[in-house]
């Protein structure tokens, strides 16, 4: 199974985030896993935001659930990361995984990441 991210890089002050996730190799929907949003702040530790399973069941970060969702498209085996109202401090390098739990191990599946800059 692989992941790849996408989307945009710069994304100004209170707009929405979005990312889209695309899974080569296996189905986010026969898959018994949590397709799952994690970012890396710089400095800072790796921070999980939220995931959708199989069965289109979705959790997100308490701290963030106001501002974001996670919605898939099965036609295109994608899953999508929208994150509203941003600030700088969403600046961070975005991560999708593919985990057997809500908790994202090393030896799961992950993306190589994407870089997201909020700025003016």
């Known amino acids: 199974v692989q992941l790849q991210e996408s989307g945009p890089g710069l994304v100004k002050p209170s707009q929405t985030l979005s990312l889209t996730c695309t899974v080569s190799g296996g189905s986010i929907t026969t898959n018994s896993y949590y397709w799952t949003w994690l970012r890396q702040p710089p400095g800072k530790e790796l921070e999980w935001l939220g995931a959708?399973?199989?069965?289109?069941?979705?959790y997100y970060r308490p701290s963030l659930k106001s501002r974001t969702s996670i919605s898939r498209d099965t036609s295109k085996n994608q899953f999508t990361l929208e994150l509203s109202s941003v600030t700088p401090e969403d600046t961070a390098k975005y991560y999708c995984a593919g985990a057997r739990s809500l908790y994202v191990a090393p030896d799961d599946y992950w993306g190589q990441g994407t870089q997201v800059t909020v700025s003016s």
């Open positions: 959708i399973e199989n069965s289109g069941s979705t």
